[in-house]
């Protein structure tokens, strides 16, 4: 690892070491961005924050959304990839809810402050 420098000097004391190994793992922080584009689209954010809330099969979130099947479906997928929600199997029906791990549960907490802060009722 090279000596970094900073070519402004500031009374801040930092290890820029630390601080440069974090910024070189940009495979984390396209992870990151990845979830964060998911999350971008409205729909997406109604539709993870729906299914933090309760399971439901891709017709009953066409009609709470008013949107077409096809159309959840586009964000579903979307939302699966990145591990924000997970489905399961009932005879013919697939259920779907928000995942049980860290992240999910992490992303729904912020999206609930951030709208308490942003639209106080």
Request: glycine share 2%.
């Amino acid at each position: 690892m090279r000596n970094p420098t900073l070519p402004h000097e500031h009374d801040v004391p930092i290890s820029l070491e630390r601080i440069e190994s974090g910024l070189m793992q940009v495979d984390r922080f396209e992870t990151v961005a990845d979830i964060f584009k998911q999350l971008s689209d409205i729909t997406r954010i109604r539709i993870f924050w729906l299914l933090c809330h309760t399971e439901q099969c891709v017709i009953n979130i066409s009609a709470l959304l008013d949107m077409s099947s096809p159309a959840v479906s586009h964000h579903l997928r979307a939302l699966r990839s990145c591990d924000l929600i997970v489905s399961r199997r009932d005879g013919k029906e697939v259920y779907y809810r928000a995942a049980d791990n860290n992240q999910a549960q992490l992303l729904h907490k912020t999206i609930e402050q951030v709208m308490a802060i942003a639209c106080p009722e």
